[in-house]
């Protein structure tokens, strides 16, 4: 189907009823084609087996374990740091908007 541009301004959702049940639709000024409308395929979802990655991936039984003594000897000095938070007094306050 060929229609001309002030048709296609006039009846721009009429044509794409038309599109989307499968017409192709030819846009055209002073009977020379410019544009064509045709119906987009909806994007295929990437589908991802379950296990595809199986015996590619490995988790120690001990991952979670307490570190040996030496290890927080080396970075926590034997012992975690203590966090300690700033009093209420310290923090900088907000500004308020306007």
């Not at 006039?10 to 410019?34: D, F, K, N």
């Not at 395929?41 to 595809?52: D, N």
């Amino acid at each position: 189907m060929e229609v001309n541009i002030h048709e296609a301004k006039t009846h721009l959702s009429r044509l794409l009823q038309r599109v989307a049940a499968g017409e192709e639709v030819t846009i055209a000024r002073s009977g020379t084609p410019v544009a064509r409308l045709v119906a987009i395929e909806p994007a295929k979802p990437k589908v991802r087996p379950l296990g595809m990655d199986r015996g590619k991936v490995w988790v120690a039984d001990d991952f979670d374990a307490p570190l040996p003594d030496d290890l927080l000897k080396e970075f926590y000095g034997g012992t975690l740091p203590e966090l300690e938070l700033p009093s209420r007094t310290e923090r900088p306050r907000r500004r308020k908007r306007r």
